[in-house]
């Protein structure tokens, strides 16, 4: 009978070492806290060849299927109008809400069932008699995840400083990640560093596609100033509640796991977080600054037409300057 689900659990002395017929201990565990360390995905050693393959297509995609098809038929003029680093910045709201819609689909499942309900682990089929394992399928996400700040990073002309931290380390810490998993039986910390950032990962898709999503808007609807006011209150509340919950689930999560890391990890993964946690605050100021923004010329336009401008007020306001769009992460 596996260890995980056995009524003795292998746990570790002070030393590091494993030792077998301990105590549960008193206080409950979550299931990622029981989980041993073993093998993600026998796709591992091709992880290189999996990321550069999905930013070959997102490339693609965005010069035949985006650029060259689907925008000028959906935002015809509008899209036209837009200068080059607009429309790289329009590019990768679109990429980046499309990848986070498939990585909310695709990894749900797998995602709860390794790390939290269940039996399963990484090594259990997605169906029955099914070849692909749920390690399979979140190692491809974990690269998809990768893909979508790589193309950023490489399609954006302005980004701001903390922005590009966050992006350069959320690409390099889903890699190490996986690349330790290749040698799970002498890296103690592989598999638990890999869930910590499936923890990560699925914290900041949730937090992320509602600015994506509000950039959107406000590019097609920039004249709407009511609408946009309330797109950027409400994503820059999503984007606080976010990082406080995904604060706390890493507080316990590292509270669940701290007896089997190692000193560096220890080290390392709280001083991440804080860099992940200050990207994500930067972000939410940024939304909250363009709602104050909105409510500004909404108040404005709502003065204009009080004192009898008409039309000739409706033409001004829909000829104002365009406002920068935040950077959010």
């Not at 030792?19 to 290189?48: C, D, T, W």
Request: aromatic share 12%; proline share 4%.
């Amino acid at each position: 009978m596996p260890a995980l689900f056995s009524p003795t659990l292998l746990i570790r002395d002070v030393s590091g070492v494993e030792s077998e017929g301990s105590e549960r201990p008193h206080f409950f565990q979550p299931k990622f806290a029981r989980i041993e360390n073993q093998a993600i995905s026998i796709l591992v050693p091709y992880s290189g060849l999996i990321l550069s393959c999905i930013v070959c297509i997102l490339v693609i995609l965005r010069l035949y299927v985006f650029e060259g098809f689907l925008f000028p038929r959906l935002y015809g003029h509008l899209y036209r109008n837009f200068s080059d680093e607009t429309k790289r910045t329009f590019m990768n709201h679109h990429i980046g809400g499309m990848i986070k819609i498939i990585l909310l689909i695709a990894g749900a499942y797998p995602w709860t069932h390794v790390l939290f309900v269940g039996n399963e682990d990484f090594d259990t089929p997605m169906a029955h008699h099914s070849k692909v394992t749920m390690g399979d399928l979140l190692l491809v996400l974990t690269q998809l995840f990768a893909s979508m700040y790589v193309f950023e990073l490489l399609i954006r002309v302005k980004l701001s400083p903390i922005a590009m931290a966050h992006h350069i380390g959320a690409i390099v810490i889903a890699e190490v990640a996986v690349a330790l998993s290749l040698e799970y039986k002498k890296q103690k910390d592989a598999t638990i560093e890999y869930m910590l950032c499936l923890v990560w990962g699925a914290f900041d898709v949730l937090a992320e596609f509602w600015p994506n999503l509000a950039i959107i808007l406000y590019r097609v609807k920039k004249d709407n100033h009511y609408l946009l006011s309330q797109v950027f209150f409400i994503t820059a509340i999503i984007t606080v509640l976010g990082t406080t919950a995904e604060t706390v689930m890493i507080f316990v999560f590292l509270g669940s796991v701290w007896h089997r890391l190692s000193l560096d990890f220890k080290v390392a993964t709280p001083i991440l977080h804080v860099v992940f946690m200050a990207a994500q605050v930067h972000g939410s100021r940024i939304l909250f600054s363009m709602y104050k923004r909105q409510k500004q010329a909404l108040r404005e336009q709502e003065k204009r037409k009080e004192s009898g401008a008409g039309k000739n007020s409706d033409k001004e306001t829909a000829s104002e300057p365009t406002m920068a769009a935040p950077e959010t992460c």
